[in-house]
């Protein structure tokens, strides 16, 4: 009977359990054995780890978090480390992992696997969509939602006192939670870490909505961007005689109930990721395409690149006037 690990490692993201019921239901049903390895690779280390069946997975499709728990692992990084983690496995017989996390979680799964022969499939658990192989992250469509709430609130009070609001959304080097939101919440002005902002032009796109009647003026701004933030509402407080308030999003994008999106992303994922190990098919990188599950090498899917929608980029303008 084949035994299989999963692990969810780095920022957590709604949607990861969906993906771990799925992988250790699929796993059962084609009886293997399945563990749970808790706060990722540092639990592997550790050998923290434990068999589970369908009722260990019960009732989690909805919750947000990981029930694994989850963790970056700066020991997993040394030979020492690994080496340790190797043995965990072997100890246990695990023949092949799946990893549900962030680029260098995938990366971690890629190293491990080249060392010591593991197979690894991975899932792309991260709300910040920077994974390029995949046009959809698990949990980047609830962090989406969460903002577009938080806009549609914060629009209703910038209203009520004719106030400018900044508002700062994860994304210190992808800027798609920025760009998505933005976009489908009305923004003003979004500034990507990917593109080089002009705190001149963002003052001309809050002045021209100013001069236009505009009751409030949103402006989307993720983490990683280059202008700081205190500088820039300092200046737009001082040239435009308005209130400006700034709002920290912060981990509150990480957390809820998975959206249907995410849900469905996460289940097909894990699904997928049983059928390759039980065909004997590994080192993949599972995601979206198109609107279909696909599987690339891990190597290849972690050296794919992707840049910015400049047509969305270009639409904040154009829909904002």
Do not use: W
Not at 287 to 294: A, K, L, M, N, T
């Amino acid at each position: 009977m084949k035994r299989i690990g999963v692990l969810t490692s780095g920022g957590d993201s709604p949607g990861m359990n969906a993906a771990i019921r799925a992988v250790v239901r699929c796993g059962i049903y084609h009886n293997m054995e399945v563990y749970g390895i808790k706060r990722g690779y540092e639990g592997l280390i550790e050998g923290d780890v434990e068999r589970l069946y369908r009722r260990s997975v019960g009732d989690i499709l909805q919750r947000g978090g990981t029930i694994l728990k989850t963790a970056r692992s700066a020991h997993f990084q040394t030979p020492e480390g690994m080496e340790q983690a190797y043995k965990t496995l072997k100890e246990l017989k695990i023949e092949d992992l799946v990893v549900i996390g962030g680029n260098g979680s995938l990366t971690g799964a890629k190293i491990f696997s080249e060392r010591y022969g593991i197979g690894v499939i991975g899932l792309p658990g991260t709300i910040d969509n920077d994974l390029s192989y995949t046009d959809y992250t698990i949990g980047f469509d609830t962090a989406i939602n969460t903002v577009l709430d938080a806009i549609t609130r914060i629009r209703d009070t910038s209203s009520a006192h004719d106030r400018t609001s900044v508002i700062e959304v994860m994304g210190r080097h992808c800027g798609d939670i920025a760009l998505y939101s933005g976009i489908t919440g009305g923004a003003e002005c979004v500034l990507l870490p990917e593109i080089d902002s002009d705190i001149e032009e963002v003052y001309r796109k809050v002045a021209e909505g100013i001069g236009s009647g505009k009751l409030h003026n949103i402006i989307i701004k993720a983490e990683g961007v280059g202008i700081k933030t205190d500088e820039l509402i300092a200046m737009l407080r001082e040239r435009t005689d308005r209130e400006v308030k700034l709002i920290v999003l912060s981990y509150l994008q990480r957390g809820g109930s998975p959206t249907f999106r995410d849900r469905m992303l996460a289940t097909q994922c894990g699904m997928h990721a049983v059928d390759l190990i039980r065909n004997d098919i590994v080192n993949r990188a599972v995601g979206e395409r198109d609107g279909h599950i696909v599987d690339f090498d891990i190597a290849e899917a972690l050296e794919m690149t992707r840049g910015i929608d400049y047509d969305l980029y270009k639409g904040v303008d154009i829909l904002s006037m």
